[in-house]
């Protein structure tokens, strides 16, 4: 079984490496900055109430974030194992996972962190764009579609940047982000459940040290 968190700041490669878990291993993909995308797309309660926060690069509280991740864990897929993509992003958060899982009986069994240096993570959020259709994620100077203006899943020709990768938004959300970062990756040190991963490699050699974990 593997219950697991992917830590990494924004732009660390962490859908990049979930699609690759998912493929493998078929675990339950939550993404709370997906789920609020959508429940923003769908003007949901949820959906209002977090665009304020995201739209400046903030923190969504942690109350809510958790109520979604909760309901999301009761989900018959997550059975087969999960992984937590952008939550916990602070040590309440951790906390409060801690306490859901062990009521779902859906305890942790890995946390991952992806470590990449703001610069490098500037570059690539300035550079990220998105199928509409499908969600897919690329990058105009990483990871651009195999055939201009199509996207390599779906065939859609339809793409987005994301509001918060915008430059205007980007440092505010890295800073935002890096104060947590360490005092997370600390709490999980101390549980015995953290690998450190050097995410400045190519996505190859990332995902090599991610299945490595597994692996053993
Ligand atoms: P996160 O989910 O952690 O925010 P993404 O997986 O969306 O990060 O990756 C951020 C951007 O960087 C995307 O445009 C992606 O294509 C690109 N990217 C992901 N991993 C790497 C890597 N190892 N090297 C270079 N670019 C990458
Ligand atoms: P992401 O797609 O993970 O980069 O998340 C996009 C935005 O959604 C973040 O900048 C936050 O505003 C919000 N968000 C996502 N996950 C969380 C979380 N665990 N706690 C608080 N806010 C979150």
Same mark, same amino acid.
């Given at each position: 079984?593997?219950?697991?968190?992917?830590?990494?700041?924004?732009?660390?490669?962490?859908?990049?490496?979930?699609?690759?878990?998912?493929?493998?291993?078929?675990?339950?993909?939550?993404?709370?900055?997906?789920?609020?995308?959508?429940?923003?797309?769908?003007?949901?309660?949820?959906?209002?109430?977090?665009? #304020?926060?995201?739209?400046?690069?903030?923190?969504?509280?942690?109350?809510?974030?958790?109520?979604?991740?909760?309901?999301?864990?009761?989900?018959?897929?997550?059975?087969?194992?999960?992984?937590?993509?952008?939550?916990?992003?602070?040590?309440?958060?951790? !906390?409060?996972?801690?306490?859901?899982? @062990?009521?779902?009986?859906?305890?942790?069994?890995?946390?991952? #962190?992806?470590?990449?240096? !703001?610069?490098?993570?500037?570059?690539?959020?300035?550079?990220?764009?998105?199928?509409?259709?499908?969600?897919?994620?690329?990058?105009?100077?990483?990871?651009?579609?195999?055939?201009?203006?199509?996207?390599?899943?779906?065939?859609?020709?339809? %793409?987005?940047?994301?509001?918060?990768?915008?430059?205007?938004?980007?440092?505010?959300?890295?800073?935002?982000?890096?104060?947590?970062?360490?005092?997370? @990756?600390? %709490?999980?040190? @101390?549980?015995?459940?953290?690998? #450190?991963?050097?995410?400045?490699?190519?996505?190859?050699?990332?995902?090599?040290?991610?299945?490595?974990? %597994?692996? @053993?």
């Amino acid at each position: 079984m593997i219950n697991l968190i992917l830590l990494g700041l924004p732009g660390a490669g962490k859908g990049t490496q979930s699609e690759r878990l998912v493929d493998k291993y078929h675990l339950a993909h939550i993404s709370t900055g997906d789920m609020f995308r959508e429940a923003m797309a769908k003007k949901t309660p949820v959906g209002l109430e977090a665009k #304020s926060y995201i739209d400046k690069g903030n923190l969504v509280p942690d109350e809510v974030t958790a109520k979604l991740v909760e309901e999301r864990l009761q989900k018959p897929d997550t059975e087969q194992g999960y992984i937590l993509d952008g939550f916990p992003r602070t040590t309440v958060q951790a !906390e409060m996972l801690e306490k859901i899982t @062990k009521k779902l009986g859906k305890e942790l069994t890995n946390v991952i #962190s992806i470590d990449v240096q !703001e610069d490098e993570l500037v570059k690539r959020l300035s550079a990220r764009y998105m199928c509409r259709t499908c969600g897919a994620t690329y990058n105009k100077l990483f990871k651009p579609t195999k055939v201009e203006g199509t996207c390599d899943r779906c065939g859609g020709h339809d %793409f987005y940047q994301r509001e918060d990768d915008k430059p205007e938004v980007v440092r505010n959300r890295l800073q935002v982000n890096e104060k947590m970062n360490a005092p997370l @990756k600390d %709490f999980y040190q @101390k549980k015995g459940l953290l690998t #450190s991963i050097d995410g400045e490699q190519t996505p190859d050699e990332v995902w090599a040290d991610v299945d490595k974990v %597994f692996s @053993k």
